[in-house]
């Protein structure tokens, strides 16, 4: 079910199913932020990835001498949320283990994301609560997918990724398989301005670790419109579309990466991973500001 937040001027709407972010819209200029999932090129809006983000080497990981399976992301981007807040400018989602995941995931949790419009700025707020007596492991990170170009008439070259600050950007190669090589490939040296090519993703993501930015701006050098993203406590960051002509830009904040094909597949080792004792919550932010 779709739910909607709505102000002055925006528009934002949110499904129950993986809590995702499926319209952000300037309504003044019937303006779409967010990519509408053409089946035929990339068929999500802005997934949430949990409990884990990226791949698996072989699709799996062992826990307590046991090993589980789990698919790319992991699995609440397919799982029902319940609304359990609604207000004129927040939504809040919930999703809480039941059978099936314990079959994949050995952890006993509650996650709410929680949705909320001020302005022109859009907070996107991911809450993990261990409800175990042990320690949890958990990646989690968002996925969101925006529309590039904003305007007809515009070209995908005519944008850019300007970072908050100056950069040497190394991005983490991966295999066909998704996990990561071990390689590197310098992108950008004490620069702020990332150009966008689609051919930086004949080559999976740009996946980038230990950021100085906490913030990054999408823009064109043809319009003055701006979408700004900001992503504290968020140790990596994934840049993506479909290889090949795709008009969207996925801007990815993670808590998590994929796996390495060198890992020793024991999910307390993986990298990236976060550990949460008993009864602790976990909190990350980030927003969506529309220039």
Not at 132 to 149: E, R, T, Y
Not at 235 to 256: D, F, Q, T
């Amino acid at each position: 079910m779709l739910y909607y937040l709505q102000n002055y001027n925006f528009r934002v709407g949110v499904e129950s199913k993986g809590a995702e972010l499926q319209h952000f819209i300037k309504l003044d200029e019937k303006l779409e932020l967010i990519w509408q999932a053409d089946p035929a090129i990339w068929g999500s809006h802005a997934p949430n990835l949990f409990p884990i983000v990226g791949e698996l080497p072989e699709g799996t990981y062992t826990y307590d001498n046991e090993i589980f399976a789990l698919k790319r992301h992991g699995f609440a981007r397919h799982k029902e949320f319940k609304l359990i807040e609604e207000e004129d400018d927040k939504l809040v989602f919930e999703l809480e283990d039941d059978e099936e995941t314990l079959q994949v995931y050995p952890f006993k949790f509650r996650l709410l994301i929680a949705y909320k419009l001020e302005k022109n700025k859009l907070s996107v707020t991911y809450q993990v609560l261990n409800r175990n007596k042990k320690a949890m492991f958990f990646s989690i990170g968002g996925h969101p997918g925006f529309n590039v170009p904003f305007y007809p008439g515009e070209q995908y070259s005519d944008y850019f990724i300007e970072f908050e600050k100056e950069e040497t950007l190394y991005r983490y190669l991966l295999t066909d398989d998704g996990l990561q090589s071990g390689d590197t490939e310098r992108v950008l040296e004490q620069e702020r301005v990332l150009p966008l090519k689609h051919g930086y993703f004949d080559k999976d993501a740009l996946v980038f670790k230990n950021l100085h930015s906490e913030k990054l701006t999408l823009g064109s050098r043809t319009n003055q419109r701006r979408v700004e993203i900001t992503f504290p406590g968020f140790p990596y960051l994934g840049i993506w579309a479909k290889p090949g002509p795709s008009p969207y830009v996925c801007i990815e904040p993670w808590c998590g990466i994929a796996g390495r094909a060198d890992e020793t597949g024991e999910l307390e080792e993986k990298e990236g991973i976060n550990k949460l004792g008993p009864e602790q919550a976990f909190e990350r932010t980030y927003t969506i500001e529309v220039l």
